[in-house]
Structures are given as structure tokens and as C-alpha cells.
């Protein structure tokens, strides 16, 4: 990725769009936050890949996401579908829906309880957070990997990481993750950049997360609290090197 620059382009969650473009960017990455859809032809062409976050979704930025995949689809770059929200409302369920069925998406990513929605569980969301889910995370992913042919991201304290072959669990991080408000948007543009430079799209989601979140494991001994985390977390992942993530990715 840092020897390549992907352009990374963007239609994402108006609350994190300065993270996502700044996790991008130190990745290594070019960020594009580019939400007209008078020019997501145009983006397409320059584009390695394309990031959706229906995190503050309104009908017509929802149109503009289409009309943004349909040139991806097109032009045959993967397009990663962050579901943020959904089961909170009938509106980000409909429009998932629309998403998943009229564009081809390479990657849903959530997490459990928006999963266990778009996978069709009676669940809903507290806002954009995940409530508790029964189901084998597990199995819910690979089941709804096989039926939209795509890869299928379930973030949480174990990363689960599904596709229609099998499934990749990437156990890094920390809780203070979770106290970031961003950090799962985030996830999603990390996992834009990887798929944009390897094409088993299940090994550059579970290689994107580890190494995002081996760096929160770098960056919490060098914070206090959350705004000072987030910054330790910026510049532990552009400090980054292989024989760090090596040493310390768990992944099964």
C-alpha cells in the first residue's frame, strides 16, 4: 500500500469523514471524500476502491451512493459497504437493502447486532452501537458471505472475518476502541485501503484490521484517556512496520 497510493474514495459518515480520510492517509493511502454524484463517475476512474457508511444517511445521499457504485461496479473496484446503524431504524434497513440489491458490494462490514440485521435476526441497534446477539457470529457472517457473495466483517472484541470458504478471526485491539467515537468508521476505510491492493479480499479485511488494531495495542500505554489514545493511534499505525505486526497480530 505505501508503495502503490491507492485512491480510496469515499462517501462516508458526515460525524468521522476527517478520521476516515486521516486513517487513510497515514495508511499510506490517497483519501477521497468525494459525495456528488456528478462526479462519482469521474472518482471511479482514478479509484482503487470505494467506501460506503450509511452512518448519517439521508434518501438522497443513499442515491448518490448508488449512482458511486454502479461506477465502481463498472470499473470493477471493490466496494466496501460499512452498515452503520442498521436494525436502529426501518429507513437504514431499506436502504441497505436497496444497496445490497442494486449495486454489487465486496465487503459488509458491522458490527454484531447490524450484522445479525442485514443477515435477516430479529436484533436492533442502540443507535450505532451493537446490542447483544445469540447467534454464532460465526456462522451468521459465512451464511450471509455465501448469500451476497461477498466478504462479511463482524467488528467486536473478536473480529470475525467471513467469506463463502471460510473464516478468519482476528483477536487484536483494546476496549478503549470503544470509548473513540470514528473508530469503527475507521475500520471500514482501513479495510477500503488493504482491498484496494489485494484482491482475496477475506486476507486484506483480516490484515487491514490486525494491523489497525495493533497499533491501538501500541498506542494505549502512550495515552490518558481517549482524545490522547486517538492521537497516540494515528501515529502508532503510520510508525508501523511488518516485524511489529509479526510479532504481535493475533489472527486464527
Not at 470514528?182 to 476505510?189: E, F, I, K, L, R
Request: with cysteine; aromatic share 2%; net charge neutral.
Amino acid at each position: 500500500m505505501r508503495q502503490r497510493g491507492p485512491v480510496v474514495q469515499h462517501l462516508t459518515n458526515w460525524v468521522t469523514v476527517y478520521d476516515c480520510a486521516q486513517i487513510v492517509k497515514t495508511l499510506g493511502a490517497s483519501p477521497v471524500m468525494a459525495h456528488a454524484p456528478e462526479e462519482a463517475e469521474d472518482m471511479a476512474r482514478i479509484a482503487s476502491a470505494l467506501v460506503l457508511n450509511i452512518g448519517t444517511l439521508t434518501v438522497d445521499f443513499v442515491a448518490a451512493m448508488k449512482v458511486a457504485a454502479r461506477a465502481a461496479n463498472e470499473r470493477g473496484i471493490p466496494v466496501v459497504l460499512d452498515v452503520c446503524g442498521a436494525g436502529a431504524s426501518s429507513l437504514r434497513d431499506a436502504k441497505v437493502c436497496e444497496l445490497l440489491e442494486q449495486t454489487r458490494i465486496a465487503v459488509i462490514k458491522g458490527n454484531a447486532s447490524e450484522i445479525a440485521r442485514v443477515s435477516g435476526e430479529n436484533v436492533r441497534t442502540q443507535g450505532v452501537d451493537s446490542t447483544p446477539v445469540a447467534a454464532d457470529l460465526r456462522k451468521l457472517a459465512q451464511g450471509l458471505a455465501a448469500r451476497r457473495q461477498a466478504t462479511v466483517v463482524v467488528t467486536g472484541p473478536v473480529d470475525v472475518v467471513a467469506d463463502a470458504t471460510g473464516v478468519t478471526l482476528v483477536k487484536n485491539g483494546d476496549p478503549m476502541m470503544a470509548r473513540v467515537v470514528g473508530t469503527g468508521c475507521m475500520a471500514a476505510s482501513v479495510i477500503g485501503a488493504f482491498v484496494a491492493v489485494e484482491p482475496d479480499h477475506r486476507r486484506a479485511a483480516a490484515a487491514g484490521l490486525a494491523c489497525y488494531e495493533v497499533a491501538a495495542e501500541l498506542a494505549v500505554p502512550k495515552s490518558s484517556g481517549p482524545a490522547s489514545f486517538k492521537q497516540a493511534l494515528v501515529d502508532c499505525l503510520y510508525q508501523l512496520d511488518r516485524p511489529t505486526v509479526e510479532r504481535l497480530q493475533r489472527i486464527e
